[in-house]
């Protein structure tokens, strides 16, 4: 009731762009389901997924502010497993685990990257085993799963008025899980960069370095910028506009800010995955080794 008429375009012009975002996915999934085999295009739809969900929770809300820790707990229990997926599609590029095993399997593989040990040059290499590819999918799943826990811990704290997005207090019990949610975030992106670092040059044909870029890049926008924009809030460093008080409004405005920035992102993951699949060449230069087998190397539309 308060929107002027600048605010009813805004709002317009961020609810079409997050329906064209959720429409693209739409046709995408549609598409990749009857062109990749399974269980490829499984992955590839929930890696798309990531930025259709966050644009269409924070649509929501951006109309219904009261919805903001629903719809923020939502999109952030979905982008928890597309982690574990993107760890899997990594994999499954290479032909699957027992394709990645007959690769690497007894080859070192350095660990020393993001976000863990990236300070850490002197590790050692740590040859690649069934139990080190066991370990490393295991390190992402957690995330996945216990995030979702977090998530429902967290709605039934809310309802009791025990849990309060806003309250960071020592004594508060958002703060502790917030706290541990991170941790557990460092943790199951620690496996995922191992194997990007890795085995990113196998992968250059199907165009695996900026589909990376994609997915850090939305983790950074959804989960960094969020956090930053919410304490700049909390500590009243952006100017309060009635009715929305400053928390209020840095939320609305990091709503509508990621809706714009997931629309890009995309119409960018469209170009990156709907294109035909070639037969992807993973000799290794020291070696020599030929491609990989038939199977492998069979194009796919995408």
Same mark, same amino acid.
């Given at each position: 009731?308060?929107?002027?008429?600048?605010?009813?375009?805004?709002?317009?012009?961020?609810?079409?762009?997050?329906?064209?975002?959720?429409?693209?996915?739409?046709? @995408?999934?549609?598409?990749?389901?009857?062109?990749?085999?399974?269980?490829?295009? %499984?992955?590839?739809?929930?890696?798309?997924?990531?930025?259709?969900?966050?644009?269409?929770?924070?649509?929501?809300?951006?109309?219904?502010?009261?919805?903001?820790?629903? %719809?923020?707990? %939502?999109?952030?229990?979905?982008?928890?497993?597309? #982690?574990?997926?993107?760890? +899997?599609? !990594?994999?499954?590029?290479?032909?699957?685990s027992n394709a990645f095993l007959e690769k690497f399997s007894g080859k070192p593989f350095w660990i020393s990257t993001g976000p863990?040990?990236?300070?850490?040059?002197?590790?050692?290499?740590?040859?690649?085993?069934? /139990?080190?590819?066991? +370990? $490393?999918?295991?390190?992402?799943?957690?995330?996945?799963?216990?995030?979702?826990?977090?998530?429902?811990?967290?709605?039934?704290?809310?309802?009791?008025?025990?849990?309060?997005?806003?309250?960071?207090?020592?004594?508060? #019990?958002?703060?502790?899980?917030?706290?541990?949610?991170?941790?557990?975030?460092?943790?199951? !992106?620690?496996?995922?960069?191992?194997?990007?670092?890795?085995?990113? /040059?196998?992968?250059?044909?199907?165009?695996?370095?900026?589909?990376?870029?994609?997915?850090?890049?939305?983790?950074? !926008?959804? @989960?960094?910028?969020?956090?930053?924009?919410?304490?700049?809030?909390?500590?009243?460093?952006?100017?309060?506009?009635?009715?929305?008080?400053?928390?209020?409004?840095?939320?609305?405005?990091?709503? @509508?800010?990621? #809706?714009?920035?997931?629309?890009?992102?995309? !119409?960018?993951? /469209?170009? $990156?995955?709907?294109?035909?699949?070639?037969?992807?060449?993973?000799?290794?230069?020291?070696?020599?080794?030929?491609? $990989?087998?038939?199977?492998?190397?069979?194009?796919?539309?995408?």
């Amino acid at each position: 009731s308060e929107l002027d008429t600048f605010g009813y375009c805004l709002y317009f012009m961020l609810t079409l762009m997050s329906c064209v975002s959720l429409l693209v996915y739409l046709e @995408q999934c549609a598409y990749i389901y009857k062109k990749l085999p399974y269980p490829k295009k %499984t992955l590839v739809i929930w890696v798309n997924g990531a930025a259709p969900v966050i644009s269409t929770m924070s649509c929501l809300a951006m109309w219904i502010p009261r919805a903001f820790m629903i %719809t923020d707990l %939502t999109s952030n229990s979905y982008f928890a497993v597309v #982690i574990y997926k993107i760890l +899997l599609l !990594l994999i499954e590029e290479l032909g699957g685990s027992n394709a990645f095993l007959e690769k690497f399997s007894g080859k070192p593989f350095w660990i020393s990257t993001g976000p863990c040990c990236c300070c850490c040059p002197c590790l050692p290499d740590v040859p690649m085993s069934r /139990r080190m590819l066991f +370990l $490393l999918k295991l390190g992402s799943l957690q995330y996945a799963i216990l995030k979702t826990v977090f998530t429902v811990l967290s709605i039934v704290l809310w309802t009791n008025g025990n849990y309060d997005p806003t309250n960071l207090g020592i004594y508060g #019990i958002t703060l502790w899980i917030s706290l541990f949610v991170g941790v557990l975030t460092i943790i199951s !992106l620690w496996p995922v960069a191992i194997v990007f670092m890795n085995m990113n /040059r196998y992968l250059r044909p199907l165009r695996i370095i900026p589909k990376y870029a994609m997915y850090q890049l939305t983790l950074v !926008l959804s @989960q960094l910028q969020t956090s930053i924009v919410n304490i700049v809030a909390l500590y009243g460093n952006i100017a309060c506009a009635p009715p929305l008080s400053s928390q209020a409004r840095g939320t609305m405005l990091n709503q @509508q800010i990621l #809706i714009m920035e997931m629309f890009i992102i995309t !119409l960018v993951n /469209r170009f $990156l995955y709907r294109r035909t699949y070639e037969a992807v060449e993973t000799h290794d230069s020291e070696e020599n080794t030929t491609a $990989l087998p038939e199977a492998t190397l069979m194009e796919h539309d995408v």
